[in-house]
């Protein structure tokens, strides 16, 4: 075309790989993105020639590397690890911030690096090998995945909470239990009773399950029927008040996933053919307090805005989307997205292009990364509509999102992310004292063993405060309203 926009950030190859497919017994996270790095190259249909142009070299920080250690260890550089098992030698290495939005996050920040000419093309990988690392434990095997180095890396690590002191000491220590939250809190805005809100969670990933289906590496395909989401059968344990194990993102993969960004130019003058190019149209971020502190307690506003800004970059509207992948590693944040957006009737199923963190798997920060390799896939067959990935980090906190193209869009992408976003909070009593409202609840489900309610409550000051109910009876308890005696370490409630 005779505008060509020869500085613009494309994505011109995409590559994943599994355990399965390797075929090793233990399949370390180093074996996983060599092979992916590999398979990427390959895509291009001219490896020799992109490998020597890639210059830069982005790590999805690991479970193990992000708090939570399985004992394997890891590199000393993993960005450096990665590349070698690769096949490459690269000058400019980083290692990413925690958090399930950083591979759309490195995208959108190093799009715009490779735009201005800092870097010639930027490999982006992530792997982890969790899976391997449990049947190891369980098996008694020790596993050693470090590996020494004295190159040098950029560390991308933030100090970004992903929940507060005050909601790990009244129990709120898993993503399930903080989710149910956000899950609960949206059931009462609908006005929904249990029965109907599980049946809507279990009928959407039903439809999730059979697109895991139609991918290769995917950890956990199978079609679920709407029914068998809410039963407790095939070890579909409860875990929380509002979730079984299948309604969850499952960690225990062995995947990897890597691409690689760089300019329409460079592209072309590698050999690569225009049809592999996909094009960045629009990008966006943004991030929410701490979720007891969070105004929004049943969406994300944070995700709202960041999607909007993004279509808005872009210059389209939700209505003219084609292929999407939204976020999936409970319920609550598709529907965050779904009930901000004006979308077209479209099936449930369409909201992914993987089949989500639970059927395809949910690789620690790097699931995002499958679903940019199936978006650059889907928009190769069919790219008469715009796609959109959205990548979401902590509690719904952290918000990335990305909007492409298979064609060269009207707008020249503006070298950076939309930012902006004022995320409002709310004022949380560190000593509450009387009465206040249930705004939203959580128990968690051991062994069949419900624990105690962790409740979220406007206090009658007008403030916020977390507090437990034990014993809580076996009703609704949104709404109710309770006393609160302050503690030291958890405030306690007593229902009036």
């Known amino acids: 075309m005779?505008?060509?926009?020869?500085?613009?950030?494309?994505?011109?190859?995409?590559?994943?790989?599994?355990?399965?497919?390797?075929?090793?017994?233990?399949?370390?996270?180093?074996?996983?993105?060599?092979?992916?790095?590999?398979?990427?190259?390959?895509?291009s249909g001219q490896a020799a020639a992109l490998a020597a142009a890639t210059d830069c070299i982005i790590a999805i920080r690991t479970f193990e590397d992000s708090g939570v250690s399985l004992g394997t260890g890891s590199p000393d550089n993993v960005p450096q690890a990665y590349a070698a098992a690769g096949g490459l030698d690269l000058r400019h290495s980083f290692y990413s911030d925690i958090g399930g939005q950083t591979p759309q996050a490195q995208v959108n920040q190093f799009a715009g690096a490779v735009q201005r000419g800092e870097y010639k093309a930027v490999m982006i990988v992530g792997a982890e090998a969790n899976g391997t690392a449990k049947r190891a434990r369980k098996s008694g095997l020790t596993l050693d995945w470090r590996m020494p180095s004295d190159q040098?890396?950029?560390?991308?690590?933030?100090?970004?909470?992903?929940?507060?002191?005050?909601?790990?000491?009244?129990?709120?220590?898993?993503m399930p239990l903080a989710y149910s939250l956000i899950e609960t809190a949206r059931r009462a805005r609908r006005g929904m009773d249990r029965?109907?809100?599980?049946?809507?969670?279990?009928?959407?990933?039903?439809?999730?399950?059979q697109k895991s289906l139609t991918r290769e590496h995917a950890q956990f395909a199978q079609q679920w029927s709407a029914e068998a989401l809410q039963s407790g059968g095939d070890g579909n344990y409860q875990l929380t008040d509002i979730?079984?194990?299948?309604?969850?993102?499952q960690d225990a993969v062995d995947v990897a996933a890597a691409a690689v960004l760089t300019t329409a130019g460079t592209a072309r003058e590698i050999g690569i053919a225009d049809d592999k190019m996909i094009w960045l149209a629009g990008a966006a971020e943004a991030a929410d307090p701490p979720i007891s502190e969070r105004t929004n307690l049943s969406g994300s506003d944070a995700q709202a805005f960041a999607?909007?800004?993004?279509?808005?970059?872009?210059?389209?509207?939700?209505?003219?989307?084609?292929?999407?992948?939204?976020?999936?590693c409970f319920p609550c944040a598709v529907f965050a997205a779904t009930d901000g957006m004006t979308l077209p009737e479209r099936p449930a199923g369409d909201y992914t292009l993987t089949g989500g963190l639970t059927f395809f798997g949910g690789p620690g920060n790097g699931y995002a990364l499958h679903s940019l390799a199936a978006m650059v896939q889907t928009l190769r067959r069919d790219g008469r509509k715009p796609a959109m990935i959205t990548a979401n980090g902590g509690v719904m906190s952290k918000?990335?999102?990305?909007?492409?193209?298979?064609?060269?869009?009207?707008?020249?992408w503006p070298a950076a992310p939309q930012h902006g976003y004022q995320a409002a909070a709310v004022a949380l009593d560190h000593a509450p004292a009387g009465k206040g409202r249930i705004l939203t609840f959580t128990q968690p489900i051991v062994k069949d063993r419900a624990g105690a309610a962790i409740l979220l409550l406007a206090m009658e000051s007008g403030a916020r405060a977390l507090a437990v109910l034990g014993d809580p009876p076996p009703v609704d308890l949104v709404g109710r309203i309770v006393s609160v005696t302050a503690g030291e370490k958890r405030h306690i409630a007593a229902l009036v």
């Open 2 to 43: 005779a505008d060509f926009d020869a500085d613009a950030p494309v994505l011109v190859a995409v590559g994943e790989a599994s355990g399965k497919s390797l075929g090793l017994e233990w399949p370390a996270p180093s074996d996983l993105a060599g092979a992916a790095i590999r398979a990427t190259l390959a895509d």
């Open 243 to 249: 979730y079984r194990r299948w309604m969850v993102a």
């Open 152 to 174: 040098a890396f950029i560390d991308l690590l933030t100090p970004f909470p992903i929940l507060s002191r005050a909601e790990i000491r009244h129990g709120i220590v898993s």
């Open 399 to 412: 918000q990335a999102v990305g909007i492409y193209s298979a064609e060269q869009p009207r707008r020249r």
């Open 307 to 328: 999607v909007n800004a993004a279509l808005d970059q872009a210059g389209i509207a939700a209505a003219d989307l084609g292929p999407v992948d939204i976020y999936s």
């Open 195 to 209: 029965a109907n809100y599980e049946a809507e969670m279990a009928s959407l990933w039903a439809n999730f399950s």
